[in-house]
């Protein structure tokens, strides 16, 4: 599809100690990908950056933009720290509002 | 304005003043992917570099700084395409003016113009309530750059809609 480079994930280094932990944090899906409303995207855009990026279907790709679009923000995807950055990176270059966080 | 797939390409057809406009936006766009996050206006910073989701995630200072530098990259690695675009609508053409795109690069293109509608919504202030005015009388009433603005960011909407319409065969 596209020929876009598309950029290496940057992050802050895992704050665990034991080399036991740093592996289970590493694999851990518990980092939680969340893309905002904003009033000059369109939906139509919007799904197909899902579609892209996440490799979603239309219709879930749907789904999640009218989730953006009537409740503030969705929850497009939980994944590894490393996986979520590089969603986090990916999405903001197709100029989406979207946060990562660590879920509880 | 129309956008379709033609022989493994998308071509899109413009007429003279959708061409001339074109041309300036992406000549503007490429002009401001060549400046760095930290030292473009703070307008398009936060529309093209913000750091929200950097903070969200607890990045360090250093950290955040390379974030947003990768994010630069991948802006100018567009940059030769995005000139040549506005070099092929240079000059005044007064039968109109074909783009003809690779499919591979409309991705980078829709990207280009989408970013100029969010550059220029955060640098002229329109909000959800200028993008959902309903009536000329509410856009004549706003000051001639907003109006210019708010008038940029829709012909471009359409110009986006054309084109994934296109991608999509519909």
């Known amino acids: 599809m596209s020929t ?8 802050k280094p ?16 518990n980092w939680n990908v969340i893309v905002w409303n904003d009033p000059v995207n369109l939906m139509s855009y919007v799904v197909h950056v899902f579609m892209r990026v996440l490799g979603f279907n239309k219709e879930k790709a749907t789904k999640h933009m009218l989730e953006v679009h009537h409740q503030g923000r969705s929850l497009v995807a939980t994944e590894t720290r490393e996986r979520a950055e590089l969603y986090h990176q990916q999405i903001q270059s197709f100029g989406l509002s979207v946060t990562i966080e660590q879920s509880s | 304005m129309n956008a ?6 998308l071509l899109v057809h413009l007429n003279v003043f ?4 074109l041309h300036r936006i992406l000549g ?8 760095r996050p930290e030292d473009i206006d703070s307008q398009t910073a936060e529309a093209w570099y913000s750091a929200r989701g950097c903070r969200a995630a607890k990045m360090s200072a250093d950290e955040t700084r390379d974030w947003l530098a990768a994010l630069h990259q991948v802006k100018q690695a567009n940059l030769a395409r995005i000139q040549e675009w506005s070099a092929a609508l240079a000059g005044v053409k007064p ?3 074909s783009l003809r795109l690779d499919l591979g690069a409309a991705e980078a293109f829709m990207t280009a113009i989408n970013d100029y509608r969010l550059m220029a919504a955060a640098r002229h202030d329109i909000t959800e309530a200028e993008m959902d005015f309903g009536s000329e009388r509410e856009v004549a009433n706003l000051p001639p750059a ?3 603005a708010l008038m940029e960011i829709h012909l471009l909407a359409w110009l986006l809609e054309e084109i994934l319409a296109a991608l999509n065969g519909s």
Do not use: C, M, S
């Open chain 1, 4 to 11: 876009e480079v598309l950029p290496p994930p940057v992050g």
């Open chain 1, 14 to 29: 895992l704050e665990t100690h034991e080399p036991g932990e740093k592996v289970k944090d590493a694999f851990e899906k």
């Open chain 2, 4 to 9: 379709q797939r033609d022989k493994g390409t």
């Open chain 2, 18 to 21: 959708e061409g001339r406009l």
């Open chain 2, 28 to 35: 503007i766009i490429a002009e401001n992917y060549k400046v």
């Open chain 2, 95 to 97: 039968a109109g003016y």
């Open chain 2, 146 to 148: 907003r109006r210019a």
